[in-house]
């Protein structure tokens, strides 16, 4: 299984970035996804995930109203929209995968599968 991040960049506070994470090696529809984050010094901290058909997202407080999480299970890969960038979401961030067919999960340690990890620096 690979999940391959990118679309990290700089940015300047209150731009936007997207970020994709195509995954090969196993049957996408099947597995729900999440965006999590860590930035120097802090733990890995849950971002956003996204159940296997779509129909049900979850956000964390800090950036609800400001990302979107999707998927295009046809192509296997999963986005992260973010507006309004701030300096405290600077971090890398990473995918990852779960395998299930129903809830949404925001625990790291739900996850099974990871990628590498995309840089998102927001200049102030």
């Known amino acids: 299984v690979q999940l391959q991040a990118s679309g990290g960049g700089l940015v300047q506070a209150g731009g936007s970035l997207r970020l994709s994470c195509a995954a090969s090696g196993l049957t996408f529809g099947y597995y729900g996804m999440g965006w999590f984050r860590q930035a120097p010094g802090k733990e890995r901290e849950f971002v956003a995930a996204i159940s296997w058909s779509g129909d049900s997202t979850y956000y964390a407080d800090s950036v609800k109203g400001r990302c979107t999480i999707s998927r295009d299970n046809a192509k296997s890969t999963v986005y992260l929209q973010m507006n309004n960038l701030k300096p405290e979401d600077a971090a890398v961030y990473y995918c990852?995968?779960?395998?299930?067919?129903?809830?949404?999960?925001?625990?790291?340690?739900?996850?099974?599968?990871w990628g590498q990890g995309t840089q998102v620096t927001v200049s102030s």
């Open positions: 990852a995968a779960r395998y299930s067919r129903s809830s949404v999960y925001y625990g790291a340690e739900d996850y099974r599968y």
